[in-house]
T-cell receptor
């Protein structure tokens, strides 16, 4: 089975440019999460969706960040305009609805998108 | 508010030594779940184990074992006879009341970097 797929794996851009990160969750999973990993702040939850609807975006750092989930198989995280402090690894994760038989409660992570803003 | 603390930022051992990674958590919920994830040098996050707050039985899986103690709010991870391939960053994480359809929002600790030298 295919896992969570993220693209691009690496992105280098200049300050002020728009960045779009993409995620394809595991088919059938109801929840999708965007996390950011930096040396200073570790792993932080940015936003999560349930059935394509944003539930909690309190972790989104500022208005420059936006996330969408137009359908069950695709989500984007956009940064516009990007700044050097946005440099990080961005992880997408998905999970089935909790309580589903056999589900042990873990999140399934993609391989991450490493963003460098110069 | 929930919090996970991994006091050991970095541990270095020689192959075949046993090593314990500490995890202390804070939560107001009586129902919660604890997780350990491994992040090898390749960068992905790999699920290792989940424990619910009602089950304090220790668990062993091969060279890995976990000690959950509610009295001290700790969920420690021991690797027996460590190997070079165990070198990675290990994250402890907490999810509160995931069975209320709120999704498995994980709060991660800062991680412990384990280096196993040959």
């Amino acid at each position: 089975d295919a896992g969570v797929i993220q693209s691009p794996r690496h992105e280098v851009t200049e300050m002020g440019q728009e960045v779009t990160l993409r995620c394809k969750p595991i088919s059938g999973h109801d929840y999708l999460f965007w996390y950011r990993q930096t040396m200073m702040r570790g792993l932080e939850l940015l936003i999560y969706f349930n059935n394509n609807v944003p539930i909690d975006d309190s972790g989104m750092p500022e208005d420059r960040f936006s996330a969408k989930m137009p359908n069950a198989s695709f989500s984007t995280l956009k940064i516009q305009p990007s700044e050097p402090r946005d440099s990080a690894v961005y992880f997408c994760a998905s999970s089935p609805r909790t309580g589903v038989r056999g589900h042990t409660g873990e999140l399934f992570f993609g391989e991450g998108s490493r963003l460098t803003v110069l | 508010a929930q919090k996970v603390t991994q006091a050991q930022t970095e541990i270095s051992v020689v192959e075949k030594e046993d090593v314990t990674l500490d995890c202390v958590y804070e939560t107001r919920d009586t129902t919660y779940y604890l997780f350990w994830y491994k992040q090898p040098p390749s960068g992905e996050l790999v699920f290792l184990i989940r424990r619910n707050s009602f089950d304090e039985q220790n668990e062993i899986s091969g060279r890995y074992s976990w000690n959950f103690q509610k009295s001290t709010s700790s969920f420690n991870f021991t690797i027996t006879a460590s190997q070079v391939v165990d070198s990675a960053v290990y994250f402890c994480a907490l999810s509160e009341a995931p069975y209320n359809n709120a999704g498995n929002m994980l709060t991660f600790g800062g991680g412990t970097r384990l280096m196993v030298k040959p």
